[in-house]
């Protein structure tokens, strides 16, 4: 079992930064895929960024340039620094774990963030 628990989520102001944490715990070794997620009201989950085996990236075309994910290894810990912070980011984010070409295995409880216009 792998646990996950993200933090970092807040209100922001349009054109502001947060950064989201979501620390890994349990058994992780198996685990070399991270995903960002992220559900607006009325909508459905959609996938945000993806950090494969600590180096290979990819994002949402709507945040391309914008977020960027990265994990910290000896932490155990995967980050998704949010920056120019728009009003459609509203959302519960939610961190995802997984083995690579499998879905989503493990999910944290999501962190709230709220962008002002």
């Known amino acids: 079992q792998v646990q996950l628990v993200e933090s970092g989520g807040g209100l922001v102001q349009a054109g502001g930064s947060l950064r989201l944490s979501c620390a890994a715990s349990?058994?992780?070794?198996?685990?070399?895929?991270f995903d960002w997620y992220r559900q607006a009201p009325g909508k459905e989950r959609e996938l945000v960024a993806t950090?494969?085996?600590?180096?290979?990236?990819n994002y949402a075309d709507s945040v391309k340039g914008r977020f960027t994910i990265s994990r910290d290894n000896a932490k155990n810990t995967v980050y998704l620094q949010m920056n120019s912070l728009k009003p459609e980011d509203t959302a519960v984010y939610y961190c995802?774990?997984?083995?690579?070409?499998?879905?989503?295995?493990?999910w944290g409880q999501g962190t709230q963030v709220t962008v002002s216009s």
């Open positions: 349990g058994s992780t070794l198996s685990i070399n895929v």
């Open positions: 950090i494969i085996n600590g180096d290979i990236t």
């Open positions: 995802a774990a997984r083995r690579i070409f499998r879905a989503p295995e493990y």
